[in-house]
């Protein structure tokens, strides 16, 4: 029998809201328990129903313990990274009104998580919202060619060739009829939330065939969303309010967030390094200005 077949629909069961999980199957499961763990150690404020849709590269099942029994497991191919998973997730899930795209590898970190997104979306002029805007792509598009020139990323090619990212993703953007707008400003996929009603209204997501047209899917949806005259924002003033993710570490404590954690330790080392050596520093100079006193006290004698 077909993965993709009726009988593995879920339909709504007590709730009006969704959580969909995306995983690969080649991923450490543990990541994916922490997640789950971590959604019942934090009230979520609103009851909602949870599905997994595993991105799979054998015939092999995951295995998440008798706890998680009760969770509802889609399989299917790995096409379209996290955003194919999450598109069949949602498609899957009849009856609800909001549904909120997680992958594996994020976790809860405050309570009324899923309340204050359902909150958010019931605001009519909002379509997505997110946990990490990319506003440093808020630029025109012909400044974001000029500064990611010389950024060589695997397949983003065309016409096979390797080009610039920009090129690429305004090439998908353009084959799948989506406009690109004035900038590159889109809600990373890490985090999603939207209403079934918007979803519709857009098609679903498209979905990438390689790693560049994954990313240019990632902006895509953005720019599908505000097509439709609705705002795509964080779910608060700063990024990764309600839900983190593992990849994404502040550099210090109540910093921004950086997305490569090694940067985020080799920077806290350097600071504490720093802090060390102006502490020595400090130390010596004491002595020295009790000698300079002194000799100022004998040379005015």
Not at 29 to 53: E, H, K, P, Q
Not at 60 to 74: C, R, W
Not at 79 to 87: E, L, T
């Amino acid at each position: 029998m077909s993965v993709n077949s009726p009988i593995y629909l879920l339909s709504r069961m007590q709730s009006d809201s969704v959580v969909i999980i995306s995983y690969y199957d080649r991923r450490p499961i543990s990541n994916l328990i922490g997640l789950l763990n971590s959604m019942r150690s934090f009230d979520a404020g609103v009851s909602y129903d949870t599905c997994i849709v595993v991105n799979r590269t054998s015939d092999k099942k995951i295995a998440l313990g008798s706890q998680f029994n009760s969770l509802k497991v889609l399989y299917r191919h790995n096409v379209g990274m996290n955003i194919g998973a999450w598109n069949h997730g949602w498609r899957s899930c009849i009856g609800y009104e909001n549904v909120l795209f997680l992958q594996d590898d994020c976790y809860i970190a405050k309570d009324g998580w899923l309340q204050t997104i359902n909150e958010k979306l019931s605001c009519a002029e909002i379509g997505l919202i997110g946990e990490a805007a990319n506003t440093g792509w808020d630029i025109p598009w012909s400044e974001l060619r000029v500064r990611e020139a010389n950024l060589g990323l695997p397949e983003h090619t065309l016409d096979g060739k390797s080009a610039n990212r920009v090129d690429v993703y305004l090439d998908f953007l353009s084959r799948n009829e989506i406009l690109s707008g004035d900038t590159g400003y889109h809600m990373r996929s890490l985090v999603w939330a939207s209403k079934t009603t918007t979803l519709k209204k857009i098609g679903g997501f498209p979905q990438g065939r390689n790693y560049g047209e994954c990313v240019a899917a990632e902006i895509a949806v953005t720019k599908q969303i505000q097509e439709l005259g609705l705002k795509v924002e964080n779910v608060s003033g700063s990024d990764f309010s309600y839900i983190r993710h593992l990849e994404w570490n502040q550099d210090y404590p109540g910093g921004p967030f950086s997305k490569n954690p090694v940067v985020a330790h080799q920077l806290d080392k350097l600071r504490k390094e720093n802090a060390r050596l102006t502490e020595q520093l400090e130390s010596r100079r004491k002595p020295v200005s009790k000698f300079v006193k002194r000799l100022v006290r004998q040379t005015e004698s």
